[in-house]
């Protein structure tokens, strides 16, 4: 679940105009009131999105990038001259 504010900045849209979309019930997917809380099930925001929600990246399917990953152009390259 996330709430609706992140499900309205996730479909482009600003917190007035969110919530206003949900008192009227044309939030473009389903919610959930919890006491005075509004939340968004994330695989219907998903699917909304046109996206699997059970298709989630491996960690071996991510780029890697960060300080070893892989280039020879830092400061622990040994062929460098100095």
Known sequence: MVDLVTAGRVLGLGRTKTYQLARAGEFPCRII????????????????????????????????????????????????DR
């Open 33 to 80: 009131r919890v006491g005075k809380s509004y939340l968004v099930p994330t695989a219907e925001l998903l699917a909304l999105l046109g996206l699997d929600p059970a298709a989630r990246p491996q960690p071996h399917d991510r780029p890697h990038t960060g300080p070893n990953d892989g280039s020879n152009d830092g400061p622990g390259d040994e062929s460098q």
